[in-house]
């Protein structure tokens, strides 16, 4: 069955420190991974997608196949980076996306 | 500005009742999905819409329906109301095609006592 894990609910760090959200994906075919962004009063908004292999806001993600992850990580957070951010995985035609239950980042100054 | 408005925004049921959700989409798109996210969860698929006809559904009751009009405005209705059923209910609708983007409403955040 298709699932997507974030096993952290709250990630605190402080300015400038490191950061990595984790997520781990369970899925029978070839997934296409994605995280989305919610900063505080938006609404959800993709952050970005491991086809296009960007870098957004100093934000990257790799898609490990053989670990079934998809961490996101940033060199070094900013206070503005404080949201709620959710794995989602959804297969090629992109129909149906399925959610992790998300993790709140908090960076203190 | 995703285009993406629900309407209403919040509203308070009770058990039992019907409740009737609404979305529409500016650029006109022909695919429509909603989600359910309860209070400290992820947003979980309910069920797509594709020129009118549901073209997929996640693990939801029958008493979850939908409907698209040709103007591709869409609605949720949920019969028979529990309390599960209290939680954020999102719409969305397909970014740049082919990129798997969504762009999200601000959801209806129904109450069920």
């Known amino acids: 069955a298709q699932r997507v894990t974030q096993p952290e609910k709250l990630l605190s760090v402080f300015k400038g420190a490191p950061v990595e959200l984790k997520c781990n994906y369970s899925y029978s075919g070839s997934p296409e991974l994605f995280w989305y962004v919610q900063y505080s009063r938006q609404r959800l908004q993709l952050l970005l997608r491991?086809?296009s292999r960007e870098s957004i806001k100093g934000f990257t993600a790799d898609l490990n196949k053989g670990e079934t992850s998809f961490h996101l990580k940033k060199p070094f957070a900013q206070e503005e980076d404080s949201a709620m951010y959710y794995c989602?995985?959804?297969?090629?035609?992109?129909?149906?996306?399925?959610f992790g239950s998300g993790t709140k980042l908090n960076v203190k100054p | 500005e995703t285009g993406v408005t629900q309407s209403p925004t919040h509203l308070i049921k009770t058990r039992g009742q019907q409740v009737t959700l609404r979305c529409s989409s500016q650029?006109?798109?022909?695919?429509v999905s909603w989600y359910q996210q309860a209070l400290g969860q992820g947003p979980q698929f309910i069920f797509q819409?594709?020129?009118?006809?549901?073209?997929g559904r996640g693990n939801f009751p029958p008493r979850f329906s939908g409907l698209q009009f040709p103007n591709y405005s869409s609605e949720l209705n949920v019969n028979a109301l529990e309390l599960d059923d209290s939680a954020l209910y999102l719409c969305a609708s397909p970014g740049t095609p082919n990129t798997g983007e969504l762009f999200f409403g601000e959801g209806s955040r129904l109450t069920v006592l």
């Open positions: 491991h086809i």
């Open positions: 650029s006109g798109h022909n695919t």
């Open positions: 989602a995985l959804s297969a090629y035609n992109f129909n149906k996306f399925y």
């Open positions: 819409y594709y020129r009118e006809e549901e073209n």
